[in-house]
């Protein structure tokens, strides 16, 4: 893509509403707009970051088995006055009358919609096990939406649902759901902590969360250093913790973000709404299920959170808008014209997903707004360089520089893409 061709509206100061670092940088870099209060439009560069991780969430949960499916956004509130949540959710829950006076929801959520489902169709134990997966909009009347897209009324949520004949099963599904969790979070370049949380209005009786910690977070989750305990549910008997319950170990107590949160729902949502199946005996049970969720545009401003330098983003390889980003600090340069152009062809050629930043714009711009989108390698094709066949390259992460020929930049940025 050619940056003069591309919308990438860059600012040099964030608004002054803007608290959070990650949405700082996400207006600085383009990448959002808001509409109203927790409402966001995507811009190009936002929305190929959010591709990038719906992708990985998708070979994740497709390779555990998982089938995707697309649920209304817009549903009828009586499923909900069956499932008794319309009340407990409450204004949270957009509602509203359509034309013929019949009440209707945005759905925050959709356990009660995919029950209705697998009421339908989940009628014997030949059916089951199943896990059905969604990656679609949420409505949420949040009452304090924040912090740009981490607390936002309307976000992309993979929301996945298992469904099973017994606690066995289910346990299955949730240890392939837990394992797939760490493989999303780590290929989004995320260090994170998989921890018990409070089931809440969700329901069911085991749950855990994923979190991120950062400096912004707005949960809190303590975590020993030595072992794997860790807790999101965080009352005055574990602040006055001096040492892990586990081990003994150092505890630590910190801002994180949530990004996921999965749980065994066990029989809640299949008792309420009636959705039974036939065992081998042809006796009738209730299905049992467990839930899964996923903040896609969170793990993006979570990853900004904690990939970030006082210049702007700093993308992970898997999720970063571009691969590459080539720099001809001189545009009037024919030779360096020339050979940025001939770079780009030949990167385009090999599937590198490359921005050649053309714009007539003075060096120090274009290098400043290189390092606030935060591609993870810079290609700087200076005058100087390009007449002795070179370029400069550039790692977003630590600013490390080496002079390649031409010829050299494909070897030698190929390793670094794979990373
Ligand atoms: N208002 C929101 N804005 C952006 N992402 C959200 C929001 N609410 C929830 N999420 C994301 O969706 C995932 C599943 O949501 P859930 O656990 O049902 O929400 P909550 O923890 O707010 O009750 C969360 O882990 C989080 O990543
Ligand atoms: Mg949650
Ligand atoms: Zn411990």
Redesign the pocket.
């Known amino acids: 893509m050619l940056w003069s061709q591309s919308l990438i509206p860059t600012l040099k100061q964030a608004p002054a509403e803007a608290e959070a670092t990650s949405h700082k940088l996400m207006l600085r870099a383009g990448m959002v707009r808001q509409l109203a209060s927790g409402i966001y439009s995507y811009l190009p560069l936002g929305f190929k970051v959010l591709k990038k991780v719906e992708q990985i969430i998708r070979e994740e949960m497709d390779g555990l088995g998982a089938q995707q499916v697309l649920l209304p956004a817009l549903q009828p509130a009586q499923l909900w006055k069956d499932s008794t949540r319309y009340q407990e959710i409450g204004k949270v829950m957009i509602s509203f009358r359509d034309r013929k006076g019949k009440e209707m929801v945005l759905g925050p ?1 959709h356990e009660e919609v995919i029950t209705e489902i697998a009421r339908a169709y989940f009628k014997s134990y030949r059916m089951l096990p199943q896990i059905l997966y969604q990656i679609q909009t ?1 409505f ?1 009347d ?1 009452p304090r ?1 924040r912090f740009g ?5 309307e ?1 992309i ?1 993979k ?1 996945a649902y298992s469904f099973d004949q017994d606690i066995r099963g289910l346990n299955e599904n949730y240890e392939k759901m837990y394992q797939a969790y760490h493989k999303i979070f780590k290929r989004s370049g995320l260090k994170f902590l998989a921890v018990e949380a409070d089931p ?1 209005i ?1 329901g069911g009786d085991v749950s855990h ?2 979190m991120v910690p950062a400096a912004g977070g707005e949960d809190t989750v303590a975590s020993c250093s030595s072992c794997s305990w860790g807790t999101s549910n965080i009352s005055e008997q574990i602040r006055k913790l001096k040492n892990c319950p586990q081990c003994k170990g150092k505890l630590q107590i910190q801002p994180a973000i ?4 999965v749980f065994k729902l066990g029989t809640k949502y299949s008792k309420l709404l009636g959705a039974k199946f036939l065992d081998e005996d042809g006796k009738e049970k209730p299905i049992i299920m467990g839930c899964y ?3 896609v ?2 793990i993006m401003a979570a990853v900004i959170e904690q990939s970030h330098d006082q210049d702007g983003i700093i993308w992970p390889g898997e999720i970063s808008p571009y691969q590459v980003i080539i720099l001809p600090l001189n545009i009037q340069d024919q030779q360096s014209k020339q050979a940025a152009f001939t770079i780009y062809r030949d990167l385009k050629k090999h599937n590198i997903d490359a921005l050649l930043d053309e714009r007539d714009e003075r060096a120090g711009i274009k290098l400043k707004d290189a390092d606030l989108i935060g591609v993870p390698l810079q290609i700087i094709v200076g005058e100087k360089n390009i007449k002795q066949g070179n370029v400069e390259l550039k790692r977003r992460q630590d600013k490390k520089l080496s002079l390649l020929k031409i010829e050299q930049i494909l070897e030698s940025i190929t390793p670094a893409l794979e990373i």
């Open positions: 959520t949420k949420r949040e939406p897209v981490l607390r936002s009324c976000f949520m929301d809440g969700m969360e994923f949530e990004v996921g949160h969720g996923i903040g545009n969170r």
